[in-house]
DNA sequence: AACAAAATGGAATTTATATTCCAGACCGTT
DNA sequence: AACGGTCTGGAATATAAATTCCATTTTGTT
């Protein structure tokens, strides 16, 4: 009855896992996914909840665990319950863990990094200025069209934008200045600029900036302080601090303001 | 029915078991110093486990529980579940929600947002794989050229990683398929691609790093599961997983190994 | 387009587990 | 030692979960 291998440890089953993902029909796939993103999860829920985690019905679950090579769930979630030992230490815990392998490993610089991500949002939070990102919505959903801009450390965050906006149906350009050529005429009277800009702010990017605002164009700018140069053009700013962490800048905070204006001019078109 | 004080958190937990503590009957005295000892078990036992474990009948172990101030053994594990799997809220129902009541702020928006990204990042301190990382490092500090590739959701994290490694110096083209112009001639042996990933993949991303793969070109490729087709392509797989709704995706965790890359192979040239 | 094989969803069934109940044991008090 | 109360063990019951089964859909092949 027993399938020949049954995995019968974490590292057993992953490489177990691999091996069998690379032939697997759909809802199968779907629950390999699910198991390898949520392993620990294995131990302290249901079928029900797994199957309903990987989208899939019970039955389904079911044969994958099979096909793992177990008789059923119980067996596969036991080899779980067993190696839960002492429970994972926490998240400071582990923080503290990755720290220490410092210069040896890219690992300590993880921890870095995820540290400043997470201040950044912890901070976003009680700076977020409901007023301000309302304003800002309602600009952009009153848009025709949004004309998207940001160059250098902001690329990421402005095609981040466009793919959201995108996603979301709401018309939008990205003006990447591909061959330098601005398309700054593009931008008609009923569309909005969302301009994204960090000090030191790139010339093409206060440039547009100035250009759509001397025609009135509506101007939202993404920015890192509030007492910036911008407003002096009359644009209307959310402003955003990371934390650095060295030179570099986590784009954790940015980017969830962000995405939060693009669903949210998304949902009220 | 249910006693005023259930405690709702593992530090709750530990002050109402010191207090009743002081005065209780033989049997649940045992349950009570079982359970100290054992915190991390309740998640993962059963209550006839338990009481074995304390050395009590499974009806004591069962009037512990009330005693705690929950109605049963299942309501007291279900505190200790949802603390182990560290809150990582069902976010697919919830953006269901999210658009039924459109109309309200958008700062409740960001809230979801910030917590979204948390969760992905505290996820990655427990994911990642040191190991991996180096073994990524070392593969693109040996190379002359980075190629980076990533189209679509993953555009940004590609323009970032281009960002990054021009920022410390080290040699990399970003290849963004501009008039679908692959310039896939310009990789050269000695060099390495750094190809960034979702599922669905985009073909474009997958024959770029088959046609690598050819020529024997090490690929890294930055992707959000371990059981993922790219592994038949001999690909050096880093799987960083997100908290994920539809179109939505939070790139925190993404962002955090990508920076993360990019300075230890500028520091490691 | 027609067919066979494989995969899937949902309900039915089986099994495990939590929970309740109560008869009897124990304990402190008079 | 007799009584009230509390505590305890074990079996009986209720509940929830795992597992199986099969009709239906999907997929791949000719």
């Not at 996603?167 to 569309?191: C, E, F, Q, W, Y």
Request: proline letters at 4%; charged letters at 20%; hydrophobic letters at 45%.
């Amino acid at each position: 009855m027993s399938e020949p291998q049954a995995p019968g440890t974490a590292k057993e089953f992953e490489d177990k896992l691999i091996e069998i993902s690379l032939a697997l029909p759909k809802r199968l796939r779907q629950c390999a996914q699910y198991v390898a993103a949520n392993q620990d999860r294995i131990a302290v829920s249901t079928v029900a909840e797994m199957a309903e985690g990987a989208g899939v019905q019970p039955s389904a679950f079911m044969r994958f665990c099979q096909i793992m090579g177990f008789s059923g769930f119980s067996e596969m979630q036991r080899l779980f319950r067993e190696s839960y030992v002492g429970g994972w230490p926490d998240y400071t815990t582990r923080l503290d863990h990755l720290r220490e392998k410092g210069g040896e490993s890219a690992a300590g610089l993880v921890a870095e990094f995820v540290e400043a991500g997470r201040a950044s949002l912890e901070n976003l939070l009680k700076t977020v200025n409901p007023q301000e990102l309302d304003a800002a919505v309602s600009i952009l959903a009153k848009a025709e069209m949004i004309h998207i801009m940001g160059l250098r450390r902001s690329f990421p965050v402005a095609s981040y934008l466009a793919y959201a906006f995108e996603k979301m149906n709401v018309p939008a350009i990205l003006h990447d200045t591909v061959g330098k050529l601005d398309n700054r005429n593009a931008v008609r009277s009923g569309d909005a600029v969302l301009a994204v800009t960090f000090s030191p702010y790139s010339d093409e990017t206060v440039e547009f900036i100035t250009a759509a605002r001397a025609r009135d164009i509506p101007v939202v700018a993404l920015t890192d302080t509030t007492v910036s140069q911008l407003r002096k053009l009359g644009a209307m700013l959310i402003s955003v601090s990371e934390v650095d962490f060295g030179a570099f800048r986590s784009l954790s905070a940015t980017l969830c303001i962000a995405i939060t204006l693009a669903v949210a001019v998304g949902t009220k078109k």
